[in-house]
């Protein structure tokens, strides 16, 4: 709990004096950055250009717009999106040796990475203190130290959309010294006329992506590169995001509304009875 309250004022947005609060807030002034914030901003950049932008930490002024954190969701003002979407080329983000600048206006979010590092970084934390079987869950972003004892791999849910949490389950997949990540538009999001708006956004217009996808669920060993990848695949869609998926040679599930799956070849999958 100290490394991610570490983490957290390191990589938070909104917590004064961490590393993204100081670039999103020096006016365009290369500021220093901890070597730990440099690495997950050069794999937030590769994975942009791997994903042609899909993916996109640079989408930190859209998202704020929609106020998913504080419970206070709502549509934003459409003039205002459209200003904060002309904001958000994250080609704007400079990169230095351990410093590094944003634009005036470029809001870095790195909501969409974050958790993956940190996941990975409390499982070495744990190997270095001798412990060799564990499950770190943080929320969605599921990371595993060796096997079960007795040596079984671990078995991680596949939560069931709108399903009772940590209750209801549609699928299980075995881990073990691997990553289970998964991005899916019910755990943060608000309904109005009808409409689902979820947090993982379409950088090109600000929106709610809405291309038919409830999950993805990518397995590989690094929880870093999982996490962006659930995100930049569901931004892609089923098709372009099992590319990419391929294309970076991980497990992947896309599932959509309605439950129909597209899943990699050898990804050993168990289906439960969907209660949700
Ligand atoms: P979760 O937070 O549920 O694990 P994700 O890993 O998909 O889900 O991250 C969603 C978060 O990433 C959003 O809350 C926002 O902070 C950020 N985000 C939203 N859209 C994008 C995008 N297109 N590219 C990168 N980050 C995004
Ligand atoms: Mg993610």
């Given at each position: 709990?100290?490394?991610?309250?570490?983490?957290?004022?390191?990589?938070?947005?909104?917590?004064?004096?961490?590393?993204?609060?100081?670039?999103?807030?020096?006016?365009?002034?290369?500021?220093?950055?901890?070597?730990?914030?440099?690495?997950?901003?050069?794999?937030?950049?590769?994975?942009?250009?791997?994903?042609?932008?899909?993916?996109?930490?640079?989408?930190?002024?859209?998202?704020?717009?929609?106020?998913?954190?504080?419970?206070?969701?709502?549509?934003?003002?459409?003039?205002?999106?459209?200003?904060?979407?002309?904001?958000?080329?994250?080609?704007?983000?400079?990169?230095?040796?351990?410093?590094?600048?944003?634009?005036?206006?470029?809001?870095?979010?790195?909501?969409?990475?974050?958790?993956?590092?940190?996941?990975?970084?409390?499982?070495?934390?744990?190997?270095?203190?001798?412990?060799?079987?564990?499950?770190?869950?943080?929320?969605?972003?599921?990371?595993?130290?060796?096997?079960?004892?007795?040596?079984?791999?671990?078995?991680?849910?596949?939560?069931?959309?709108?399903?009772?949490?940590?209750?209801?389950?549609?699928?299980?997949?075995?881990?073990?010294?691997?990553?289970?990540?998964?991005?899916?538009?019910?755990?943060?999001?608000?309904?109005?006329?009808?409409?689902?708006?979820?947090?993982?956004?379409?950088?090109?217009?600000?929106?709610?992506?809405?291309?038919?996808?409830?999950?993805?669920?990518?397995c590989?060993?690094?929880?870093?590169?999982?996490?962006?990848?659930?995100?930049?695949?569901?931004?892609?869609?089923?098709?372009?995001?099992?590319?990419?998926?391929?294309?970076?040679?991980?497990h992947?599930?896309?599932?959509?509304?309605?439950?129909?799956?597209?899943i990699t070849?050898g990804l050993e999958i168990?289906?439960?009875?969907?209660?949700?």
């Open positions: 709990m100290a490394l991610c309250r570490e983490y957290d004022a390191l990589l938070s947005k909104t917590a004064e004096g961490s590393d993204v609060w100081r670039i999103n807030n020096s006016g365009g002034n290369p500021v220093p950055v901890s070597c730990e914030t440099m690495e997950i901003l050069k794999k937030a950049r590769e994975i942009s250009e791997a994903s042609g932008g899909a993916f996109n930490i640079a989408v930190g002024a859209a998202a704020a717009l929609w106020r998913f954190t504080d419970g206070s969701a709502a549509l934003p003002d459409a003039d205002e999106l459209a200003g904060a979407v002309s904001m958000s080329d994250y080609t704007n983000i400079y990169l230095g040796e351990n410093v590094a600048a944003a634009a005036p206006g470029i809001k870095i979010d790195l909501g969409g990475i974050a958790k993956g590092y940190i996941a990975d970084r409390i499982a070495d934390y744990l190997k270095g203190r001798g412990v060799d079987s564990a499950l770190i869950n943080l929320g969605g972003n599921i990371v595993t130290v060796g096997a079960k004892r007795g040596g079984a791999p671990w078995s991680i849910g596949l939560q069931t959309p709108g399903g009772r949490h940590g209750v209801d389950f549609w699928a299980v997949v075995s881990s073990a010294d691997g990553a289970v990540v998964t991005s899916g538009i019910y755990e943060r999001g608000f309904a109005l006329n009808g409409e689902w708006y979820h947090h993982i956004l379409d950088p090109r217009t600000g929106y709610p992506v809405q291309n038919g996808l409830e999950t993805v669920t990518i590989t060993k690094s929880s870093l590169l999982a996490d962006a990848l659930a995100t930049a695949c569901f931004v892609l869609g089923a098709e372009k995001g099992m590319e990419l998926a391929l294309r970076y040679g991980v992947a599930i896309f599932r959509k509304h309605g439950g129909a799956l597209d070849k168990g289906f439960l009875k969907e209660n949700g």
